[in-house]
């Protein structure tokens, strides 16, 4: 059975069992800080991978935003050592998707509903700087589970609404169109925009999955609702977590395929996120040999070349976004992250770029990286405890 499913054992709702899970790692570090807050000085932060493609973002963020507060309190209880700024996070988002909008959206969708924050990475994050064209040329037709896509249409929705894109008159009503259909498909009848927005809003909202009693759902949460005169989307995420037909009927798939409007959305949706990622002074970490692996992505096309061009270059629209690079998994892939600095040195020599302006583009990136470091370089060492007094009182040996 898997974690989506809502028919899970004692939690009668998607991802139940799986946040429970979770939730328990997250209050053994909760614990961990509580008993030594010391331990702030080395753990300095969480890099969380998933996969992608089978857990969504919401079921992370009251987690991320529960440890944040925690060592934000702790961060307060070591002011006595100096400055040691809270947790930070690297998040792998943008990595593995379908559809090129839906890499996109699971980076805006940290980013919208407060899961990170300055200082935090993006692991990966290649739909943001992939070229839509190239992409849409190479995979021109896509299956996609209804409920994805309707979930990549309904966010489309948002950034129109919310002024994020341009707005185009003959796009917008071709996607509500396919919205009111998807959404009779899944709830068996057409659901109107504005609710399915407000409902995909709530599903990220922690406040709102704690008042529903998540993750344990069942008769109680539906007397909640009944009992606080719901509105529609409350009731539309009701049955989002805990309606197995609900779930089954939006796993079907169905074939999408890319066209030129698209191609057009895309970049305009690449140049808001690119822009809002710089803004807010997070660092995307490149894994380069991992995407190629993986992501069949070839050093010569990789977006860390669009996020950070070299000198002389036009930046992606948008703006250069500042990139660092890592290994991803040293052992998985053989590679370590002097050979990650090779591979692209020799790929951009290779294209014809000198030698001096290619050490030129690595050593920016290397500060990029040490910039965007979570550790504190001005601690050595562990701060030492204060020496218990023994009950005897005598001096200790």
Not at 70 to 88: M, T
Not at 134 to 156: F, H, K, S
Not at 164 to 191: F, H
Not at 254 to 281: C, I, N
Request: aromatic share 8%; net charge positive; hydrophobic share 40%.
């Amino acid at each position: 059975m898997s974690y989506a499913d809502p028919r899970s054992a004692g939690h009668a709702c998607r991802f139940g069992q799986y946040f429970s899970d979770r939730l328990r790692e997250a209050q053994a570090i909760e614990t961990a800080l509580q008993r030594h807050p010391e331990l702030l000085v080395i753990l300095r932060g969480l890099d969380v991978c998933s996969l992608e493609l089978a857990i969504p973002s919401w079921v992370f963020i009251p987690l991320f935003q529960r440890l944040r507060a925690h060592s934000e309190q702790v961060s307060q209880k070591l002011a006595h050592l100096g400055h040691v700024p809270p947790f930070r996070f690297t998040l792998h988002a943008g990595e593995d998707f379908r559809r090129l909008v839906e890499g996109l959206r699971r980076i805006h969708e940290p980013l919208m509903f407060h899961m990170l924050g300055p200082g935090d990475r993006l692991g990966h994050a290649v739909a943001l700087g992939l070229d839509p064209g190239r992409w849409a040329a190479t995979t021109p037709i896509t299956r996609q589970p209804l409920e994805e896509r309707l979930d990549d249409l309904v966010w489309e929705l948002h950034l129109y609404r919310e002024q994020c894109i341009p707005v185009d008159s003959s796009r917008i009503e071709a996607v509500r169109g396919e919205v009111a259909n998807l959404s009779r498909q899944i709830y068996e009848n057409p659901i109107p925009a504005d609710v399915l927005i407000e409902a995909w809003k709530q599903r990220h909202s922690p406040g709102v999955l704690k008042r529903l009693g998540y993750p344990h759902m069942g008769a109680l949460s539906r007397r909640r609702i009944v009992a606080a005169a719901a509105q529609p989307q409350d009731w539309l995420l009701w049955r989002y977590l805990t309606d197995y037909d609900v779930y089954h009927r939006g796993q079907r798939t169905t074939e999408v395929q890319a066209t030129d409007g698209e191609v057009q959305v895309l970049r305009r949706m690449q140049y808001f996120l690119r822009k809002h990622v710089a803004q807010r002074g997070m660092t995307v970490e490149a894994n380069p040999s991992s995407n190629l692996l993986i992501g069949d992505i070839p050093f010569e096309a990789h977006p860390i070349f669009a996020l950070q061009p070299l000198a002389g270059m036009q930046a992606a629209e948008g703006g250069p976004v500042p990139v660092s690079l890592g290994d991803d998994d040293p052992i998985t892939f053989a590679s370590c992250l002097p050979d990650e600095f090779s591979y692209l040195y020799y790929q951009l020599v290779r294209q014809g770029i000198g030698a001096q302006d290619a050490m030129n583009w690595l050593d920016q990136v290397r500060k990029n990286g040490l910039r965007a470091r979570f550790t504190l370089p001005n601690y050595s060492r562990m701060p030492e405890r204060r020496s218990r007094r023994p009950r005897s009182g005598r001096a200790p040996v």
